[in-house]
Every structure is written in C-alpha cells, then in structure tokens.
C-alpha cells in the first residue's frame, strides 16, 4: 500500500505492507483523514507514536471495512465508518480497534465523517467528562474557532449551557458565532478577563488548549468549582499559579490528552459519545466544521495551514 511517510520533518510518498490486524481489530480501506497538530508535532520530531502504535501519522479517518479480525462482529464487514485510529491513517489502510468504530450515514461524506472523531471526542471528554457541563452553566473555550473549538460549541449548545470563546480574528470570532456561541472575543483586541467581568461572566467549565498565562486569567473568571480542562500549552509549558484563587473558588485543574490513553478508555468515551451525541451527528444536526478538503498528494500544505494558524475548523484530505 501507499502511505505518506515523515522522514527529516519531510513528507513523500512511500510504499509497504498492509497492516496485519489483531483479532480484535478490522482492516479500513482510507477514503479521507483528518489532519491534526499532532500530526505536524509528530512530523517536527516532537510527539513520537507511544510504543506499540503505528508509526505512521494520523490519528483520525473515514473509510470502508474491508477485513475483519476473527473475534469482531460481522455487521462491520463493508461498513462505512469513522474512527479514531492509534496511529496509520496517512495511508491507504490502517488497523482500527473494531470497539471504537462509529458507522457513517450514508448521507454524510467521507470528508465530513474524517473531521469528526478527534475533535468530538476530545472536546467530549473536555467539556462532560471533565468538565461536568450542565444545562444553564458557561463554558468558556479557548480557540473557539479551531476544530475542537467548533466541536465544543456545538455539542454544549446542544446540551443547553451558555458559550464563550476566545479566537485570534474577528473573521474566526464571527465563524464561532455561526457555530453557535454566543460571546466571542477576538483576545488580540480585547482582554477575555474584562469582557467577561463587564458581562458578568463566569464559568464553570474551561477548554484551554493555550495555558500559559492562560492559567491565573481562567481562574479570575472561573465561577465556584470550576473545571479547567488544559489540552495543550500553545503560549507556554510553565506559568506562575495563584494558589489562593484556586483554593478560594474550589477549582479543579486537568490536563487531559486522548492519543496516549489505553484502549479501553477510548472505547469508553466513544461508547458514552455516541449515546449522547451520535444521532445528532447522523441527523447532520451539527456543522462539520471543514476549513478545507485537499488531495493527500497535497498534505504537506495541509500542515502548512495548520502550522500558520490559518484555518478556522478541520482541514481533510482525500485518499484518491
């Protein structure tokens, strides 16, 4: 099969064996991946595969069942689906965990089931699972105009709480508030900490994939028992805390990734996914959120705009 390898931060086509399934797992010809900025870290060097995962890049695609391991259901043979994957999915195929597969309606695309695992499920775990989200509370979101971003709005309006988000542009600003949120603050021109206060804002739950001197900011705005949900460190990986704040509003601090969590746990969150939020996303009731769909043969710009911050939700590429 054909994959895109990522040799000296370079990417070109290579060609090797197709990927042997385990008894658990099936066999997905690639029609569309979803790119991600683990991509590009795993690309730069700086977030290697964990052990036992597909060296290869990507973390998320969209495809058809072409093989089945001998202990997974036969209902999955010539399927249609969308998936997280442990690596792989910059290639024809990839061997996915049968237990974390979501079928694909048929009346949405390959292009449009590849930009929804990672981002849905990560912001999924973000916003219910950590952040105890409920009906009538505030979410603030941090890069609300990312793919996560657009996922987090989407999926806490569904679930009836009141949305803030921060983004780099008035243009990424107004493409959250197309998505649902109902203050957006461009952090470039306008300070979240005063907006919030001259609102009177405060929130419960907090998607932060900035931290840095994110951290003391969120806390001046958290209402009482608040939960800060750091996906990543995108302005610094150290900060100075005021402890005081944090004890005086009962905070709650979690720093959460997806990729390196056992299989069991990603089973888990995508079985409690789809119970909440599957029939929405069948219903098309969500916007997918898709910046841009690319040729595969053109993944090396699809990073560039990741890397630039140019884009406001998912970037996809098609496996032709």
């Known amino acids: 099969m054909q994959y895109i390898s990522h040799q000296d931060q370079q990417l070109a086509f290579e060609q090797t064996d197709k990927p042997k399934i385990s008894s658990n797992e099936v066999l ?5 991946i979803g790119v991600n900025r683990a991509d590009c870290m795993q690309r730069q060097g700086k977030y290697p595969a964990p052990e036992g995962d597909s060296p290869i890049l990507g973390l998320e695609c969209a495809g058809t069942v072409c093989e089945l391991g001998s202990e997974v259901d036969p209902k999955w043979q010539d399927k249609r689906i969308f998936t997280l994957c442990a690596g792989g999915a910059y290639s024809e195929y990839v061997a996915v965990d049968a237990q974390q597969l979501m079928e694909l309606p048929d009346n949405i695309s390959m292009a449009q089931g590849a930009a929804i695992s990672e981002v849905y499920l990560t912001a999924f775990g973000a916003l219910f699972e950590l952040g105890k989200l409920q009906s009538g509370q505030t979410a603030l979101i941090h890069a609300g105009a990312s793919g996560v971003g657009g996922a987090a709005i989407q999926m806490a309006k569904s679930a009836g709480a009141q949305v803030v988000i921060t983004a780099g542009s008035d243009e990424k ?18 300070d979240f900490v005063e907006y919030m206060k001259a609102h009177n804002l405060s929130a ?15 806390a001046k705005v958290a209402a009482m028992d608040c939960q800060i949900v750091m996906l990543a460190f995108l302005d610094s990986r150290f900060a100075e805390v005021d402890f005081a704040r944090l004890l005086q509003k009962r905070i709650s601090f979690h720093a959460s990734t997806l990729r390196n969590r056992s299989i069991a746990f990603k089973r ?15 219903n098309q009731k969500y916007d997918f959120n898709i910046y841009k769909i690319m040729p595969w043969q053109q993944a090396s710009e699809a990073h560039a705009i990741l890397e630039g911050n140019e884009n406001s939700g998912k970037v996809v590429l098609l496996v032709e």
Do not use: M, Q, W
């Open 173 to 190: 600003c107004e493409h959250a508030k197309s998505l649902g949120a109902d203050h957006v603050i461009n952090y470039k021109t306008t």
């Open 28 to 32: 997905v010809k690639v029609a569309a």
């Open 268 to 282: 888990a969150l995508r079985d409690a996914f789809v119970a909440r939020f599957y029939d929405d996303i069948a």
């Open 204 to 218: 419960n739950a907090i998607v932060d994939p900035v931290s840095g001197r994110y951290l003391n900011k969120n």
